[in-house]
């Protein structure tokens, strides 16, 4: 079994780095916002003023862990073992997420996860049998199942299991253990 754990919304906090560069308040609290996944349309932020964000380098360098990010990581390790497991992220096309993600790697994992980070638009095509994508995107998990692999979607705010109250770490334990007794099986 090999294990894609996606980072932004999983491992990094996406939406509190995105609420830092711009100075606005956290937009989940709020209930009309649960299931949303446009955090720059609930924050009012233009769209020129956004890209600039993202585009640059220091914002996903500095993007601090999720607060359950350091465990979701280690259940999956865990489970997997390292040559089993990998990070995958989609740096949408510019340089400097590409440049902004693999530093946040290099600086919170260390040299040797850059060469287990996949940077890809579509994690799709990755999937297949014996492929577990971790993620916190509704549509990375659908097309994921669609194209024969296995996937988790992570419970929050701004997704579809916005009101799943369980733990995301528990989650991913109690279904990558159900994964690894189901391969144990055969």
Known sequence: MKILLDMDGVLVDFVAGICKWFNKPYP????????????????????????????????????????????????????????NMFLITNPDGASYRYLGKADWVRKNLGHLWL???????????????????????????DDFLANGGEALLINRPWNELHSIAASPVCRVKAFLEHLRRKVAMK
Do not use: H, Q
């Open 28 to 83: 989940y609290d709020l209930p009309e916002s649960k299931g949303v996944w446009d955090v720059d349309r609930l924050l009012g932020i233009r769209p020129e003023e956004f890209e600039f964000c993202l585009n640059n380098a220091r914002f996903w360098r500095e993007l601090l862990w999720t607060n359950d990010g350091t465990k979701i990581f280690n259940a999956a390790y865990k489970c997997a073992g390292e040559e």
């Open 115 to 141: 060469d287990r980070t996949i940077m890809v638009k579509d994690k799709s095509l990755l999937a297949g049998p014996g492929r577990v994508l971790i993620d916190d995107k509704d549509s990375n998990v």
